[in-house]
């Protein structure tokens, strides 16, 4: 069991913690995971370190956002989320700042992509993609896109106009997804955060809302 925070009150078994990046999904990328019985919590982005370690998460979720990482002051990975040493997964605007981060290259694209797309998985025996088709409709929306993979990162999917749609360091266990998994226009998109959650993070998939409440009230209560 987690050891208790410093507030008294007992964390959840297993958490995910979504980091907010201004994206109008973040909320959405948190209900889907707890629709998959795993707490999440939401944190921005430039969260102190000591807080983020204090929740002991399973794994990391960066959200979308509507800013560019090639931008003077845009936001980027908080210091000391890789020594967390657990699953991260980078969806949009968290993929390019994973790679803008780590090494890679990040340039505007000639066009926007937005709306349905449809992408080619390279790498079938990728974890994300475990059991699915070679090719999956998805929802896209970035004006950016992943010119160069970081050191270490492998191509795991691209679109149509030859973007770069996932990447992955497997040996960290590193992913970053252009497109958004959370959204109900990526019809497979529940199945790819389920392998996340419970493959790649080791999640059970026991967390309940009503458990959590009856946990903290009976804590609070003793």
């Not at 908080?78 to 699953?87: M, S, T």
């Amino acid at each position: 069991m987690k050891p208790e925070p410093a507030n008294g009150l007992m964390l959840p078994e297993e958490t995910i913690i979504v980091l907010d990046y201004g994206s109008q999904y973040t909320q959405l990328i948190a209900r889907r995971v707890r629709e998959l019985h795993v707490h999440a919590e939401i944190l921005p982005w430039d969260v102190d370190p000591d807080r983020l370690r204090a929740r002991q998460p399973q794994g990391i979720i960066l959200s979308g956002g509507p800013e560019s990482v090639t931008a003077p002051d845009a936001p980027t990975l908080p210091d000391g989320l890789l020594a967390l040493d657990v699953p991260v997964l980078g969806i949009c605007y968290g993929m390019q700042v994973l790679a803008h981060s780590l090494g890679g290259e990040v340039a505007p694209g000639d066009e926007r992509e937005y709306g349905p797309a449809r992408i080619t998985v390279s790498a079938p025996d990728a974890p994300l993609f475990a059991e699915l088709p070679a090719t999956l409709d998805v929802w896209m929306s970035h004006g950016d896109r992943v010119t160069a993979l970081p050191p270490h990162f492998e191509p795991l999917a691209r679109s149509e106009n030859g973007v770069l749609a996932a990447m992955g360091d497997p040996a960290r266990r590193i992913y970053g997804l252009q497109f958004h998994p959370e959204v109900q226009h990526t019809p497979r998109g529940m199945e790819i955060l389920r392998h996340f959650l419970f493959d790649l993070c080791g999640c059970e998939g026991a967390w309940t809302p009503a458990a959590f409440i009856e946990s903290a009230v009976a804590k609070i209560r003793a």
